[in-house]
């Protein structure tokens, strides 16, 4: 199974990226796994919090294949525990063919995105930046790999 991140927007802070690139590497030692980042719009003073988001979501939509099983990064979505998601990621590997998650804009997402989705999962009730919710999501994805192989980086 290939697993996608597709992201709207570069990742700014450079803190955030050394350690995405560290997980991204570590995860790819579990399965094929590569984030797609989505350009941030321009000029959008002049866009409605609905146009933008109906902009990203075509753009979204794009890089979607019909038979991708799309997973939301979603304050609205199921919370796991560590070990829930490593089985629900385990669940998958065997019956998705391309695991694709998405983190959206910092409006969320266009109801065209939401109809595509086949799931939602929240990181936490918390309010994350868009920014540190990337680095939170690999890590937990590198994570869910370790317990998946019964591997020591998790303690519970």
Request: include cysteine; charge should be neutral; proline fraction near 3%.
């Amino acid at each position: 199974m290939k697993t996608i991140l597709i992201l709207v927007g570069k990742t700014q802070n450079k803190h955030f990226i050394a350690g995405i690139n560290d997980y991204t590497e570590r995860i790819a030692h579990y399965m094929p796994f590569e984030i797609r980042t989505i350009p941030e719009l321009k000029n959008t003073k002049s866009l409605t919090e609905a146009q933008q988001k109906e902009k990203e979501g075509q753009l979204i939509l794009q890089e979607l294949q019909n038979s991708d099983t799309v997973v939301l990064l979603d304050e609205h979505g199921k919370e796991f525990r560590s070990i829930e998601l490593a089985d629900w990621l385990l669940h998958k590997q065997n019956t998705a063919r391309r695991l694709v998650f998405i983190i959206g804009g910092p409006y969320g997402f266009s109801p065209e995105v939401y109809a595509r989705a086949n799931d939602k999962i929240s990181l936490s009730r918390l309010t994350f930046s868009h920014q540190m919710v990337r680095l939170i999501f690999v890590e937990q994805l590198y994570r869910a790999c370790t317990i998946i192989k019964g591997e020591p980086y998790h303690h519970e």
